[in-house]
Structures are given as structure tokens and as C-alpha cells.
Nanobody, 124 residues
């Protein structure tokens, strides 16, 4: 019903920046909240941040506050994750997630749709 396609992952040095994109199918993208999660090897899927349908409300995990920023361009059906001051522990597969409501929280079960994931590797 809804397809999310991520791009922008790659290898980056610690302290550097990377911008992830998530393109959503369907004209109803603008009605729903979106989120970003990540999963490192051997760890559970971890909340990164979320954004409301209109981009006004956002919240982030403590581990990324002040470094990561979620934004969206509803005209392009795209949500972004700008990652600055990257640390080694930010290395993970990053997933875009779509909510079925205007705004969702930090639990994976609150989201109905998921992207394929994109690998982010931070090196020293």
C-alpha cells in the first residue's frame, strides 16, 4: 500500500556529516507522521527521531539530540535525516518508518510501513 525507499547511506569519518533520504509512494504522504530508526549488529532496533505530518513537531532520542535533524518536504513526498558530528556508535542500518496517524512516538510498533534500510558506517 505504501512504499518507502531510502538512500544516502555510506561510509563517513567520525565528526563528519551525512544526509539520508526516504522517498514515499502515494499522494497521502503529507497526512502522516514519519520516523527514523536504526539497528546495529546484535542490538535491538532503536528509535532515532520522529516528525509530525506537517513537520512542525519533532522529537529525538537522547543519543542524537543536537546532532541529528529530521525534516520533510511533502511536495516531494520525502523525509530526511541530517546527521552531523557523527560518532562511531552511530554505525547502524537506518530505517525510515511511516505512521498511520499524524504523529507517532518511539516504539517500532507505532509505525505501519518501513523502508528497506540503508547502511551508515562511521570510521575513525
Amino acid at each position: 500500500q505504501v512504499q518507502l525507499v531510502e538512500s544516502g547511506g555510506g561510509l563517513v569519518q567520525a565528526g563528519g556529516s551525512l544526509r539520508l533520504s526516504c522517498a514515499a509512494s502515494g499522494r497521502r504522504f503529507s497526512n502522516y507522521g514519519m520516523g527514523w530508526f536504526r539497528q546495529a549488529p546484535g542490538k535491538d532496533r532503536e528509535f532515532v527521531g520522529a516528525i509530525s505530518w506537517n513537520g512542525i513537531s519533532t522529537h529525538y532520542a537522547d543519543s542524537v539530540k543536537g546532532r541529528f535533524t529530521i525534516s520533510r518536504d511533502n511536495a516531494k513526498n520525502t523525509v530526511y535525516l541530517q546527521m552531523n558530528s557523527l560518532k562511531l556508535e552511530d554505525t547502524a542500518v537506518y530505517y525510515c518508518a511511516g505512521s498511520g496517524t499524524w504523529y507517532s512516538g518511539s516504539r517500532p510498533g507505532e509505525y505501519d510501513y518501513w523502508g528497506q534500510g540503508t547502511q551508515v558506517t562511521v570510521s575513525s
